[in-house]
């Protein structure tokens, strides 16, 4: 094994052989916020995504692709370490106006940026970062030459967009959001267009409060403001793809996209049981597609099991690197599954958490509910009378009578009641309606045997600290502070 340390020297000693043999690959990894399987073309959306389903169509598109745990922060944590949030200590949000300072990303953590720096890649992450906000988990922290975006969900206080390690713009207009980090994207691409680079672009959208841009939001028309929202989200993409074009990079670069959990109200899971929050597949269960011309067939589906804990070894074997062997990676090169070149999944089972605690099991085509399935969000009362708890920070907010409430539910609510030990058979039932344990108690028994294996690694719940009182607070932006609160007196001037 090999430590941290060591790590780095031996990636900085692949660099420089493998730049003797030509230019190593770029790659682009889009990661949408609260986005469901059902909001893209090609995997069953009614809105307009063009640009995703060309990248479908040049590429290969994942039918059964999971993220390891149904909300934000911990599915980052584990896309970008390759690591199940539990190991990686990520098992909740940070969240400035909740008192949540102190949780975020350890520094003894090894990311995806910080495995490509030694070998001579240029890494910028923009959007949404959500790994800790507070100076020793900032993103340059840990291995991104540059940061641009707001450093937790678009809907916490203070919504302020931080360029490093400053606060570049406070208020943000966030209709103007996407169409900001894609020129950011951009302008990265074509910087670095003689050398290779990583770009980590997790949009905000579609999280609540959505907003889209005056060219995108057509008010008065069949489209809803949720259905304006994805399409921008999909110009964007289509803005890269073709910068990727201009510059000759189209065959030097991997192109990915995927979503960190599902559909919040207003999206749509395709059919699935369940949404964000929710174990059921609605929860965990989200588009993957990869696109790199001459590396990849075009039109591929592959229908085999992988997680987004795949994509860290993937990219480093990719690249020439050397994966860390002084820690437990849980993921595991799924490129021969995007080139055709295995058509079986590298994984015995894969494995999601709910809260603290491992839940899931899937293996093959089934799926074993160790735990009772979270439901995600529930809400009983009047959804006419629904208020948001986040209230928007300065103007934060167009259309607010159009933001997506709970009448609008994204995914399957039926189904049998949700209890211990329930096991799917998802390729005969894939919205999850009927336990079928009683008539397989072999498959219950071996799905148990391989979630027993790992929830032994599993630490005990830890009380989720906070640096202030309880409830939401609404604090005031301008610095990378986190006690101001607004109307408490003279705050911060925005820089």
Wanted: glycine share 12%.
């Amino acid at each position: 094994m090999i430590g941290r340390r060591e790590f780095v020297g031996a990636l900085a000693g692949a660099a420089a052989a493998r730049g003797q043999q030509g230019r190593k690959p770029n790659f682009v990894m889009i990661f949408a916020d609260d986005l469901g399987y059902g909001d893209v073309g090609c995997y069953g959306n009614k809105y307009q995504t063009p640009n995703l389903d060309r990248m479908a169509a040049e590429g290969v598109r994942f039918t059964d692709f999971y993220v390891p745990m149904p909300f934000c922060a911990p599915s980052r944590a584990a896309l970008l370490t390759g690591r199940y949030p539990f190991r990686c200590g990520m098992t909740s949000n940070p969240a400035p106006d909740g008192g949540i300072n102190d949780l975020g990303l350890a520094a003894s953590e090894i990311t995806i940026a910080e495995m490509l720096k030694p070998l001579g890649y240029s890494t910028m992450a923009i959007g949404k970062w959500h790994l800790g906000h507070t100076p020793r988990f900032l993103p340059r922290t840990q291995g991104f030459d540059e940061y641009y975006g707001i450093l937790y969900s678009n809907d916490m206080r203070p919504v302020q967009i931080v360029h490093n390690e400053r606060v570049a713009q406070y208020p943000v207009v966030q209709a103007n959001l996407t169409r900001d980090y894609t020129r950011h994207a951009v302008d990265f691409i074509e910087r670095n267009r003689e050398r290779p680079f990583f770009l980590y672009l997790p949009h905000a959208m579609p999280h609540k409060p959505l907003a889209a841009s005056d060219d995108f939001y057509k008010p008065g028309t069949a489209e809803n403001l949720y259905g304006s929202v994805i399409r921008e989200l999909d110009w964007g993409i289509g803005r890269i793809l073709s910068k990727l074009r201009e510059l000759n990079l189209e065959r030097d670069t991997l192109v990915l996209f995927a979503s960190d959990n599902g559909p919040w109200f207003g999206g749509s899971t395709a059919g699935l049981r369940g949404m964000k929050g929710s174990t059921f597949d609605g929860g965990i269960r989200v588009p993957l597609i990869a696109r790199w011309p001459g590396h990849i067939p075009a039109g591929r589906v592959c229908r085999e099991i992988a997680t987004s804990v795949d994509i860290f070894p993937t990219i480093g074997k990719l690249a020439g690197g050397k994966l860390p062997g002084d820690r437990i990676l849980d993921g595991l090169d799924i490129f021969p599954l995007m080139s055709g070149e295995s058509a079986k999944t590298p994984h015995e089972a894969i494995f999601a958490m709910g809260g603290n605690e491992l839940r899931v099991v899937r293996s093959g085509k089934w799926k074993l509910h160790v735990r009772v399935p979270t439901p995600g969000q529930t809400y009983t009362g009047d959804p006419a009378k629904w208020v948001d708890p986040r209230a928007p920070d300065g103007v934060t907010l167009i259309a607010p009578w159009e933001q997506a409430r709970p009448d609008l539910y994204p995914g399957v609510r039926t189904g049998d009641p949700a209890r211990e030990m329930m096991l799917f058979d998802l390729e005969a039932d894939r919205s999850e309606q009927h336990d079928v344990a009683a008539q397989h108690p072999d498959v219950v028994q071996r799905l148990k045997g391989y979630w027993d294996r790992i929830a032994k690694d599993v630490p005990p719940p830890r009380p989720r600290g906070r640096s202030g009182p309880r409830g939401l607070r609404r604090l005031k932006g301008g610095e990378l502070r986190y006690d101001l609160e607004a109307g408490t007196g003279p705050g911060p001037s925005a820089r």
